[in-house]
């Protein structure tokens, strides 16, 4: 084989090198974009579930609360009555008191309102986290992008496909706040 053949064979073997290479690089850039937009779904996920459950939640938690507080509410008149007025009101008022003491008892052994707001706080505590990490995994791809893009020789690559640099996920001064959940 003649010497300018083989010094061709070999340039052709490392421009075919330099296109694969390119092109796998590129690829590679292309799937942590695409990861990218995934996590930031995740993220939009989360927050369309946060928006879901906790107006439910506070609901529910309010109509246990309302319906208890009805209750509590005819004890206390009942109760207020017994102290006031005639003999035959403070009787009529004890048998009212005894029938709703009764009711409660029997249609209410344990009170829920307790357990409807510990169960809404984990609720919410539990949202709040799960967006917090789906915040701190797109943050995390967002950083392992950003280097590849910047690193030698893969940069050159980023730049000849118009790879451009990812913005993090930055916290608003609004976000910031907490959310607020009213009764």
Known sequence: MKKSTIVILVIVGILVLAVI?????????????????????????????????????VNSVKGLTKQEQAIVDSITAS????????????????????????????????????????????ELSGTENRISVARKNYN????????????????????MFNHEKAEYLQVTEEEKQNPEVKF
């Open 21 to 57: 290479w390119g092109i796998s690089t590129n690829n590679s850039l292309v799937r942590l974009e695409e990861s990218i937009v995934q996590k930031q779904s995740e993220i939009d996920n989360q927050l369309k579930r946060r928006a879901d459950l906790i107006p439910n939640l």
């Open 140 to 159: 995390d791809e967002v950083a392992v992008y950003n280097k590849q893009i910047k690193i030698f020789p893969s940069s050159v690559i980023a730049g």
């Open 79 to 122: 109760r207020e009555k017994m102290s006031t007025g005639s003999t035959q009101d403070k009787l009529n008022a004890n048998t009212e008191l005894s029938k709703n003491i009764t009711f409660l008892v029997e249609n209410y052994p344990e009170i829920k309102s307790d357990a409807a707001f510990t169960s809404l706080m984990d």
